[in-house]
């Protein structure tokens, strides 16, 4: 496998779990009636968020789950569990799942929603984190680190341009492509939990 293909192996998974055109949706919901400075402060914090959050999982959650008894095996599986349940809602809602999203939108008023909930769970949450901590016991980390810079600039450009790309998708042309990442999602929520049992199994 050459390094290009490698890197595409690891981007790839990781660009359709963080799906940045979800968390657009909510950025354009959030902040379609706030100030330029305010738009570019909300894109800024939640695209350093989502990028710290990943690189810390990368480099130490493998010796988190080490400190707490957890395989690799076992968090392929629950990883795959996390990113299962994450496909099924982009695919029947044309959404991320949000926790609670709709009070969210509400509560949040005068808070950083940058930070919470844009930047986390929308992109780093569970499902992401799950899957850097994978790819980085898969392959090596100069690539995962790549993808994981790499990702964050592109939700950066999505995030500065959304309103742009907006009027030109509309809501339901964004929902439909979240659609499409969803089935894409499931593809690789099957795959790491059939890797992970094989992994148990010694298969």
Do not use: C
């Amino acid at each position: 496998m050459d390094v290009f293909t490698t890197f595409l192996h690891i981007f790839i998974p990781l660009f359709v779990v963080v799906d940045p055109f979800a968390a657009m949706i909510m950025f354009i919901g959030y902040a379609r009636n706030a100030s330029k400075y305010e738009r570019r402060r909300i894109v800024n914090d939640a695209s350093l968020t989502s990028f710290l959050i990943l690189i810390f999982f990368a480099f130490l959650g493998y010796y988190i789950l080490l400190y707490f008894g957890i395989s690799i095996a076992a968090l392929e599986i629950a990883g795959g569990i996390l990113i299962l349940l994450t496909s099924v809602e982009m695919v029947t809602e044309g959404d991320k799942p949000s926790g609670g999203r709709k009070k969210s939108a509400q509560n949040e008023q005068g808070r950083d929603m940058g930070i919470v909930p844009l930047g986390t769970p929308l992109l780093a949450g569970p499902g992401a984190i799950s899957l850097v901590i994978i790819l980085m016991h898969d392959y090596n980390w100069i690539y995962v680190t790549l993808s994981i810079i790499l990702v964050s600039v592109v939700t950066y450009i999505l995030f500065a341009s959304s309103f742009y790309i907006y009027d030109i998708i509309k809501e339901k042309g964004a929902r439909a492509l979240t659609r499409v990442f969803g089935v894409l999602v499931a593809g690789f929520a099957i795959q790491y939990i059939l890797t992970g049992i094989v992994m148990f199994f010694h298969i």
